[in-house]
């Protein structure tokens, strides 16, 4: 036998790690408030010291604050000036173009929250304080800048924006895209013209060094492939950096930046045609350190699938310090294009190192993740749009990233990335309308994500133990790195997030080869439901379900030590009698088994007889949600 190619072994493994969650669960204890149907919030943030979410809306700033019971909110009006609106209306009237002012860019900078909009066209952002009022100077006028390097004027391009040490810096997507400084304490500077090429944002995250000179501010976005054929992908994604002490080149680069560098993302393998390139939301995860920063990204590709990558920070940066230069010929200048360096060589660097990296600001080098495969793709109808992470220990004090992960159905999936796998936890549905998830921000201090749609906001609790407490096994089963089974008070609890607690006392494995012996001191007997009976016709057809109470276990239909096949759907694995399975009677149950646990679902015992038949409709309770007709006998 001829053995298999590497790219075979592949993309078998990229079969293989196709993933659909476990459980899917509605939250308990979310707090949840929709919007008014003529907005689309386009703008969201969460403010730590004040604990309150703001939304940007039309000409609204919703600021809402979230008990332990309800959420209150408080609307604060925006409206654009009135001059830009008459400037707007006179310009465009013939056009349907927005006159409104819509809250685009909200950020904390200078202890102080930052809000721009679009202000009827003419960008402009204002100060709140307190989250309640506007900053005005002395003799009363509300304080604002110009806000046309932070927003777009149109509502159809993206921005964003991050605020490092009292300087505020801005990405702005379109056809004349540009990476700004454009306020604060350091000089203002831009990207040139011919330095990205049609870009559409979708983050920022600065990297902290040892040494604040080396600090790394970097922008992630998609490049616009205008010249891409049929058999191209329209995307390129791309990530951009500049060092944070940049002061602009001169005499070449004297309001541009000097530091500015690109490189190519792509997610998939280096040799193989399965690769995502549309970025859809990108996430650094910096809690311990730049070395041991990863970045988390959702990208998609043109066939409708979701992919997730991660990439090492500490790998992107070494590139960016090693690799060769696209497009560029002859010996790499010294210093080199791109370096970080103290400010004050920033005006004295040399002619030929600015030339260069006018000219030359893209790598030859193109960044593949982690391994050079994906940590596993998507494919159920359904795409990611958000992804934030968290680092959590587990009741050994072992760390391990939690990503959350939203998706275009208004879904969030909780996803365990261990040594040896990922897994989807769960999926959770916390809101009434099937709209993409547009905003995910995380308090990992506090133990919230806020989740919000162009129509819904959440709060979901990351410590959502209660949804797997109902036995030790639903517990340890759940592989949920922030809750274990505790002996003594017999249910599932939160794991301390503090080091040397007494969180090892829980029961947990979330190493799915070695669960099969951990509830054995605490194991209880279970409760068995009772034996169904059900009398019916042997000519009838009759559909016996079993709910999934995991998707990832595996489900089976026995009589007498004989095994019956079922037909699987999103709630269960039913049992039907038919042409292809000859009616019989006696006992059937179902039993779901999972890494070496083992359990009856459900149980029928099933008679035949003969006489009038009737058609009836059977509630047939198993989960309390699966309702099916069947043709039964009146006896």
Sequence with gaps: MRPLPFCLFWLLGLVSSQKIPRLKL????????????????????????????????????????????????????????????????????SREVNCDNLIRVIEKWDKKI???????????????????????????????????NIVPALDSQNAVAIAVEGSLYS??????????????????????????????????????????????????????????????????????????????????????????????????????????????????????????????????????????????????????????????????????????????????????????????????????PDEEHPLYILRNNDTYTRVVVDRVQDASNESYDVLFLGTAKGKIHKVLRSKEQTV????????????????????????????????????????????????????VLARDPYCGWDVEERKCSAVSQSKNSTASRLLQSLDSTNTTHVCEAAEEKLVQEALKKVSVDPTSYIYLPCPLRSHHAIYTWVKDDKTYPCSMDEQSCTLRFGESTPMDQGVFRCTAKEEGYQEEITAFKVTLNGGKISEVSLVVVATGILFLTITILLL
């Design 171 to 368: 990405a702005l997507s379109g056809n004349k895209s540009s990476i700004h400084r454009s306020y604060g304490t350091k000089k203002g500077i831009k990207t040139e013209d011919s330095w990205l090429g049609n870009a559409e944002f979708v983050g920022a995250a600065a990297l902290a060094e040892k040494n604040p000179s080396l600090d790394e501010i970097f922008f992630f976005y998609n490049e616009v492939n205008q010249t891409a054929g049929l058999d191209e992908e329209p995307y390129r994604a791309q990530l951009g950096r500049v060092c944070k002490v940049d002061m602009g080149g001169k005499p070449i680069l004297t309001d541009s930046w000097s530091t500015f560098l690109k490189a190519r993302l792509v997610c998939g393998h280096p040799h193989e045609p399965l690769r995502f390139h549309h970025l859809r939301d990108a996430f650094v995860f910096t809690k311990d350190g730049k070395d041991k920063a990863v970045l988390y990204g959702v990208f998609s590709s043109t066939w409708g699938s979701s992919a997730v990558c991660s990439y090492s920070m500490d790998r992107i940066s070494s590139i960016f310090k090693t690799s060769t230069f696209k497009g560029a010929t002859g010996s790499i200048p010294i210093p080199r294009p791109g370096t970080c360096v103290s400010p004050d060589s920033y005006h004295v660097l040399p002619r030929q190192t600015l030339t260069f990296i006018k000219d030359h600001p893209e790598l030859d080098t193109v960044i593949y």
């Design 424 to 475: 989807i936890i769960a999926e959770i549905s916390p809101f009434k309308e099937q709209e993409p998830i547009s905003s995910m921000i995380l308090d990992s201090s506090r133990g919230y994500l806020y989740v919000s749609t162009r129509a819904e906001v959440t709060r979901l609790p990351l410590f959502d133990c209660e949804q797997y407490s109902e036995n030790c096994w639903k517990c």
């Design 26 to 93: 509605v939250p308990k204890d979310a707090l949840w408030s929709a919007f008014p149907e003529t907005e689309s919030p386009k703008a969201v943030f969460y403010d730590v010291d004040s604990r309150q979410v703001l939304i940007g809306g039309r000409g609204m700033l919703w600021v809402l604050t979230f008990t332990d019971s309800e959420i209150t909110q408080q609307n604060i009006t925006l409206k654009a000036e009135e001059k830009a609106e008459k400037d707007c209306q006179r310009k465009n009237a």
């Design 114 to 148: 930052l809000v721009c909009g679009t202000n009827a066209g003419a960008p402009k952002c204002w100060f709140l304080i307190n989250t309640t009022t506007w900053e005005k100077k002395n003799e009363g006028q509300v304080i604002t800048l110009l806000g046309e």
